[in-house]
């Protein structure tokens, strides 16, 4: 099984630092290392000996001196024995992330409305030496003459048809905030027994089903995101023959927040 991709994240917003690390932490592949929402807080999780971070995903809103986390990060960078790649998050398109980051160590750049739910497979991706970007993050990173390079990947959220509000409101609490089914049945005030049936309905929606019992015709469309193929592949591998509740609910999750790929 390949290793854990050890990310750390930095946000001034404790809420958008708790959301970025609830979509990482919840991902098979990747694991949360640091989370700062201070300069001092990064400068010392940076310091430590044993810290070896594969990327950082910084949340570019409030940031502040954006200069200096990026001479922070530069001189981490010069004293690791892997040069951490750098996302950047934001909610509005900003060209400062292309001029104080160094280019060699940026892997991307990801507007919060365009990616959504996403975080994790953009890490994954940039991991494996993808450039990853929305649609109108690519424009930024052509005005900055951001060098983009063959291995660029254009992500967008995926929509789910046929997913009611309320079952996109049971897919936010069962999935990606991993409740109980006996608080959910409290939440959404059904009974015990009633929550687990609008789950197993919400796996339907999603096609968990039809690519656990490999359907030709849910396949199919994974084969238009050849990338996003080779990943629930290895997700499915992963996973082996377990059918434990967490790891439906964690496949289920993968699902959810998977990206489709341009």
Known sequence: MKRDILVGLYSVDTYALNWMSLLIV????????????SIIELQDGLKDEHQNLDLI??????????????????????????????IALGSQPSLAFF???????????LLKNEISLSLGWAVTFADEGYQVFTP???????????????????????NHPGLTERQGEIA??????????????????????????VVSELYTHLGLGD???ENQEFNSILENDKVIKIHIDR??????????????ETLAFHLLTMPTID
């Open 211 to 213: 690519i656990l019992f």
């Open 136 to 158: 109108r993050a690519v424009d930024i990173a052509w005005d900055a003459d951001f060098p983009i390079n063959k291995n660029k990947l254009e992500l967008h959220s995926r």
């Open 26 to 37: 919840r991902d098979w592949r990747t694991r949360v290392c640091l989370e700062a929402s």
């Open 235 to 248: 997700i499915l591998e992963d996973l082996g023959t377990s059918k434990k509740a967490r790891d439906l």
């Open 57 to 86: 995903v910084l949340d570019l809103d409030l940031i502040g001196n954006l200069r200096h986390i990026a001479s922070v990060i530069k001189e981490y960078s010069q004293n690791t024995k892997k040069k951490p790649k750098v």
């Open 172 to 197: 936010r609490l069962a999935i990606i905030f991993s409740l109980g089914r006996r608080d959910l049945a409290d939440e959404l005030k059904i009974s015990d027994q009633w929550s687990y049936g």
């Open 99 to 109: 001029k104080e980051i160094d280019h060699d160590l940026i892997a991307g750049y």
